[in-house]
């Protein structure tokens, strides 16, 4: 599948499926799944098993950055490295439980109900606007959806990019 093809494919079940914006959808998928070259069982976004899941997971090694040099997992999830990027961030390699879906629209109904948690409910309100809601999950305030340094403007640029495809 094309890049193209997989932002039309997640965009269009996302505007069934989901209440956020489906282009921030289709342009957060890609992102995390390298436009649907590593999404683990239907798992476009990256989630972790988390303490709710009764589902399958798939064990992977993946990144991660937190602000202190010794967090720790719950095996089999372990963290296999960890280096400084700043004097407030670490780079951390580790095996981690990511959620596994039976289809594309269990994932997204899943996505959803993530961020409609009361954690990103200031990024809620913002959520038909693409850009600016991923400011807000973010952007420090309430609960942060990603850990990248870098993950605004990558996102911005996959945002724009797709935004050509569905024109």
Known sequence: MTNKEFALWVYNAAKNVSDIDPLFV????ALESGWGKSGIGNNLFGITKGSSWNGPVE??????????????FKLPERVMS??????????????RH????????????DHLAI???????DAWPYRKDPIEFTKRLVDNVGGKYAT???????????????SKYIE
């Open 59 to 72: 064990l992977v090694l993946t990144t991660e950055y937190f602000s202190r040099p010794n967090i720790s």
């Open 26 to 29: 289709a342009a957060q998928a």
């Open 82 to 95: 960890v280096s400084k990027v700043n004097e407030r961030l670490y780079k951390y390699k580790v095996y």
């Open 148 to 162: 990248a340094t870098n993950y605004l403007p990558v996102m911005t640029s996959i945002i724009n990019k797709i």
């Open 98 to 109: 990511f959620r596994v879906y039976n289809s594309l629209e269990d994932c997204l109904r």
């Open 115 to 121: 961020l409609q948690k009361p954690h990103f409910s």
